[in-house]
């Protein structure tokens, strides 16, 4: 993949000062995941041009990763990584031109801050989700002169008509190191990869490249989620940031998953759209009325993310007690600042643990219910049974309640289609069959009974968005945790 930086104007050549690289060398660099070479095609007293040019190593990339998803048995071994546009150049860009990114240029610093006429080619662009559109959504804000032109998928088959590429430049007079960190920022928004981990860290990364602009762009929350590999927790905490800048309104970004929902359309002639709460909100309340016809006292909410159930809870039911457990430090962060925000007596009533599902847990022992919301699609098939085995074996609640999204509903849910699913951190989502199927092993392995629910408007042929059940145990159950392989000893 190639990225050329040019300069015009007066002083072309300040582009060579500020990239820290002189012009007359082409320079080699050894990338974790290739190599990258940066040289000067051109460089003359009015126009001085260098351009980055990164190779991937092809074997590296199709080993599949942990987590990693293919598409088609192909899609390791043919696919556009080498040269559509991506975080890899982004890594390029801060690894080989990390002074100029960073601001530095020791020799020359009053450079640093002049702006420069400065133009951008990229020459593959994938701009998933838009396109052209998408591209001139995302520069022209930022004070950019957008030419984007689609590529043919074959310039010699023009009958196979135009390709899903790019060709993009972008032209402003603005300094070297604003354009080499909104190209950071901005190029793997437009790559929409979802198919490698991100961290914490990658928060800060945005939050430093796009201190200057990110809080005001338009685009910030789809800048935000794809920078972020739509990762609602890592999002959450950049928004929290953005927003204590002090730079923006609070944030309106709501979770990726929750927004795929609400595209939920199931027929026509249901209920007045947009009176109906959310997905989200109507889970809630199923699991309050599930727990309150029980008349559960001490609940356990497994897998309790941001704690929006445990706020809730506290706030509108009748439970006594309420511990949320999850193995995200920064979900149960945000947690911890929603539960802040109560008043002192609904506070008491609320605890956070830091535990992982897949391990057993004398900590989960002992309450009246457990509550699985939406979490087991987030556990890798294999370590299920793990799960099982720590949630109905060991802590073993007399109720458990269990809502995972129904696979087949996803076919009336815009943008996210019968065979994608609802979030990118989803390992698996079923359908009804599947959903009924597991809820029969595990209630007959564990000796609880169950009943299954629908939850949302139901479309006649998908079903409802979400689908759950109710697990309580058979009071004829006498059994210990049944005999089970040793748990597994490292956890990912
Ligand atoms: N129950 C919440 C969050 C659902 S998202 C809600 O309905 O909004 C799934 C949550 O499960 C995430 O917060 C994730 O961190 C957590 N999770 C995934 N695997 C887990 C595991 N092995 N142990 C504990 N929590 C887990």
Redesign the pocket.
């Known amino acids: 993949m190639l990225l050329i930086l040019q300069c015009t104007g007066e002083s072309p050549d300040d582009l060579s000062w500020l990239l820290h690289k002189h012009p007359d060398r082409a320079q080699r660099f050894d990338l974790s995941f290739g190599r990258a070479q940066l040289f000067y095609p051109h460089n003359s007293r009015d126009r001085c041009a260098a351009a980055l040019l990164v190779e991937v190593d092809p074997v590296a990339l199709s080993r599949a990763k942990p987590g990693q998803r293919s598409t088609t048995p192909l899609e390791p071994y043919v696919n556009d990584r080498p040269y559509a546009a991506s975080s890899m150049l982004s890594s390029a860009i801060s690894q080989v031109l990390g002074s100029a990114l960073n601001g530095r240029c020791e020799k020359r610093p009053e450079l640093v801050d002049r702006p420069l006429e400065l133009e951008a080619t990229l020459p593959v662009v994938a701009a998933h989700g838009g396109g052209e559109a998408l591209v001139r959504r995302l520069f022209e804000p930022l004070g950019y002169e957008v030419h984007a032109s689609r590529l043919a998928l074959d310039p010699h088959f023009q009958e196979w008509g135009p390709s899903s590429y790019w060709s993009v430049k972008l032209r402003a007079k603005t300094t070297v190191r604003a354009m080499l960190e909104h190209l950071y920022v901005m190029l793997p928004v437009l790559d929409d990869e979802q198919h490698y981990w991100v961290s914490e860290n990658e928060v800060e990364k945005l939050l430093r490249k796009g201190r200057e602009w990110l809080a005001a762009h338009p685009e910030r929350e789809l800048v935000t989620a794809r920078f972020l590999k739509h990762q609602r927790?890592l999002e959450r905490l950049a928004h929290e940031r953005l927003d204590a800048d002090g730079a923006r309104e609070p944030a309106i970004g709501d979770a990726v998953e929750s927004e795929l929902e609400a595209r939920w359309s199931p027929q026509k002639n249901s209920d007045a759209p947009g009176k109906t709460p959310p997905l989200?909100a109507r889970?809630r309340e199923w699991v309050r009325d599930a727990l309150s016809a029980r008349r559960a006292r001490r609940v356990v909410?497994?897998?309790?993310?941001?704690g929006?159930?445990l706020a809730y809870l506290a706030q509108h039911s009748d439970v006594s007690h309420v511990t949320g457990?999850?193995?995200?430090p920064l979900?149960l962060e945000i947690a911890q600042k929603r539960l802040d925000r109560l008043g002192p007596s609904q506070r008491e009533r609320v605890e956070l643990l830091q535990?992982?599902?897949?391990y057993r847990d004398a900590r989960l022992v002992g309450f009246d219910a457990a509550t699985l919301?939406?979490?087991i699609e987030?556990?890798e098939p294999e370590r299920l049974r793990w799960?099982e085995d720590a949630v109905f074996a060991v802590a073993k609640a007399p109720i458990v309640l269990v809502t995972t999204p129904n696979r087949e509903a996803n076919a009336a849910m815009p943008g996210v289609g019968p065979d994608t699913m609802r979030h990118s951190d989803h390992r698996f989502e079923w359908t009804r069959a599947e959903f009924s199927a597991w809820c029969a092993r595990v209630a007959e392995t564990y000796g609880y009974r169950f009943a299954l629910h629908a939850i949302g408007d139901e479309h006649e042929r998908y079903g409802a968005p979400t689908q759950a059940a109710i697990f309580e145990q058979r009071s004829d159950d006498r059994s210990d945790a049944p005999a089970i392989p040793s748990q597994p000893e490292v956890q990912s």
């Open positions: 927790a989200d889970r909410d497994l897998g309790c993310g941001e929006k159930l457990v999850d193995v995200s979900a535990g992982s599902l897949v919301i939406e979490v987030h556990v799960l």
